[in-house]
């Protein structure tokens, strides 16, 4: 039986060049070179960005929403559930569905980016223990386990 | 930072691991089933934060003024419905009383919400996510003192911004964010903190501060045109003023507050008008980050350029989740499996909307399904895997450098005595002084670092 152990994590940091609205820097990271194809990761990380723009979008439904929320003193948000909520839902399935087809089957796990605070996206590597010798990056654990 | 505020989580120190699954029949039995009650975040929350009903209601350590704040209006509003109320309606007309109780009730209303708001606090970094950001960064290997403030320009709409790193929360703030030392919080857009809320005013509770402020000045105007208007009629023919102020004390009392209040408020409004407007927090205002004043060409970077829809953009935009899970559930040492980062939430999918995402990463990897990804868990405690558990409780974050997060706070102390020179707060033109003389510290919290290292260097971009 085969077991795994995780071996780094990478987190792909917030790219701030278009002010404070929610988008991750698409970079492929050097860590993740031989585990996934470019182009996959970096239409995960493209849809991510589409998704919290879609969410952050301020138009003519925003607006409307924020005056009618300010109308009512707000007290709209404590039973509506909000647009902003609705997509961080599809976000989460989008996810889990890519981790599924995905990043699991070679050896990776996304963690949703609100789990994290909406800082980074981490992305987990992990060791198949049972078949491979070499464990890589471990020197980043032990880096985690110093502290 | 008193250790009695929260308790830290030691997966390796709890006494009793007990081989159950994470709780996941939860909800409202958890206190009966096992022999540890599962725990919620808020309950381990290491800002200075109060929460109240099971962790729905977050409100800043002192409740500042608060109180005062809610007693003034309610009194105030009180004292105009007995005693203003029943003469102007008999000699005027009955709008009054409805008019005064729609804007008392919107004021109630949104001065709770922005007390009781998470302002946008973002939680602190994991251990690894630190970990990442400390490789890369160049450590020059000082851990005598506090080794010297990071930075980290980035290229905001062809304006360069620094981002500086917070040392309590162990990561770079992103922009417009600021720490907040009477919460020990980051906070996202942070504006101010505001004791007569008693809470921080930043991204998630602006347009509830704002409304609220707006909807004051316009009760306080009405209540003072109201008094004055009854107490005229009650002096006419000859009777006096005097005589008015007799036969209507509460009256009296109501022109005093509102009289002192009016100016105040209504400067406030106007000051945060044109922040709206401009897309600007008081905090950048205060600072100057944005004016030029050293010289260079910088423009806000933020701002839409547009009057409206910098204020639609502001007050009208979509409404931010709340980054910090008050109401979830904490990992049981014995979930510490290998991929662990979301088993931490075991089910709080049917209690937090936020959480979905977990539920369904768990699933994966219980699963089974996928061969090489076998999360079998290895309770021999390898020294990585119970490292792993740590990530998903943010309150760790602050144990491993108390001393560090202590010092934080204390300096942030001694510079905001140090600090309070009253060269900037005239620019909070019609504001109270004790607000003012508050204000003076957060600038001095913004930068954390810049009274206790020497080196000019420190302000030098590491990126």
Not at chain 2, 335 to 341: D, E, I
Not at chain 2, 378 to 384: A, L, V, Y
Not at chain 2, 415 to 435: F, N
């Amino acid at each position: 039986m085969h077991s795994a152990s995780l071996a780094n994590k990478v987190f792909i940091q917030r790219d701030y060049s278009e002010g404070t609205t929610c988008k991750f820097q698409t970079k492929f990271p050097s860590e993740l070179e031989s585990r996934i194809e470019r182009t996959l990761f970096e239409d995960t990380v493209k849809t991510l960005n589409n998704y919290y723009a879609e969410a952050e979008k301020i138009g003519g439904q925003s607006y409307l929403e924020g005056c009618l929320a300010c109308a009512t003193a707000y007290l709209i948000f404590l039973c509506m559930e909000t647009r902003y909520e609705k997509v961080l839902k599809k976000i989460a399935k989008y996810i889990q569905e890519q981790n599924e087809k995905i990043y699991a089957p070679r050896g990776l796990l996304i963690t949703d980016p609100i789990e994290r605070g909406m800082r980074v996206i981490e992305i987990s590597i992990y060791e198949d223990r049972g078949s491979s010798g070499s464990s890589s990056g471990s020197s980043s654990v032990s880096g985690s386990t110093a502290r | 930072m008193k250790n009695c505020e929260y308790q830290q989580i030691d997966p390796q120190a709890l006494p009793t691991p007990t081989p159950t699954p994470p709780p996941h029949h939860g909800n409202d039995s958890d206190k009966k089933e096992e022999p540890k009650r599962p725990r919620r975040k808020w309950e381990v929350f290491p800002g200075k934060n109060r929460f109240y009903c099971e962790g729905r209601i977050i409100v800043a350590r002192q409740s500042g003024v608060l109180p005062l704040t809610l007693g003034l209006i309610l009194v105030t509003s009180g004292l105009f419905f007995i005693f203003d109320c029943p003469f102007l309606v008999k000699h005027l007309t009955s709008c009054i009383p409805v008019i005064g109780g729609v804007l008392f009730v919107f004021v109630v209303i949104t001065l709770l919400q922005t007390s009781f708001t998470d302002p946008g606090i973002l939680p602190r970094a994991t251990p690894d996510e630190a970990a990442d950001i400390e490789k890369q960064i160049d450590n020059t290997g000082n851990t005598s003192y506090r080794p010297p403030p990071r930075t980290k320009e980035v290229l905001i709409n062809q304006q360069v911004v620094k981002l500086k790193y917070c040392f309590t929360c162990k990561m770079f703030r992103p922009p417009r964010t600021s720490h907040c030392s009477l919460c020990d919080n980051c906070v996202e857009r942070f504006d101010h903190h505001c004791p007569w809320v008693g809470n921080c005013v930043g991204k998630r509770n602006y347009r509830f501060f704002y409304t609220f402020i707006v909807s004051l000045s316009f009760l306080t105007a009405f209540i003072f045109g109201c008094v004055t208007t009854h107490l005229a009629l009650r002096a006419q023919g000859g009777k006096g003023l005097v005589f008015a102020l007799q036969e209507s004390p509460g009256s009296a009392v109501e022109l005093v507050i509102c009289f002192f209040s009016v100016w105040s408020i209504l400067g406030l409004s106007g000051f945060h008008t044109y922040l709206v407007a401009s897309n600007l927090t008081t905090n950048e205002d205060i600072k100057g980050s944005w004016s030029g004043k050293s010289g260079e060409d910088v423009t806000n970077p933020y701002s839409h350029k547009n009057i409206f829809i910098n204020c639609c953009s502001v007050l009208c935009g979509p409404m931010p989740p709340s980054l910090i899970d008050r109401r979830g559930f904490l990992p049981t040492d014995d979930s510490a499996q290998t991929g662990g980062t979301d088993i931490e939430v075991p089910t709080l999918a049917t209690k937090s909307e936020i959480n979905v995402c977990t539920q369904g990463t768990k699933g994966l990897l219980e699963s089974a399904t996928l061969p090489p990804l076998l999360s079998t868990s290895c309770p021999q405690g390898k020294p990585q895997t119970a490292h792993t558990c740590p990530d998903s409780s943010p309150a760790v974050n602050s144990d491993p450098s108390p001393e560090l997060s202590m010092g934080c706070g204390a300096r942030h102390a001694a510079s905001s005595q140090g600090d309070a020179s009253p060269s900037r707060h005239t620019k909070a033109c019609s504001k109270k002084s004790k607000r003012a003389a508050l204000h003076i510290p957060n600038t001095a919290f913004d930068i954390p670092v810049s009274p206790t290292s020497p080196d000019a260097a420190s302000f030098a971009p590491l990126h």
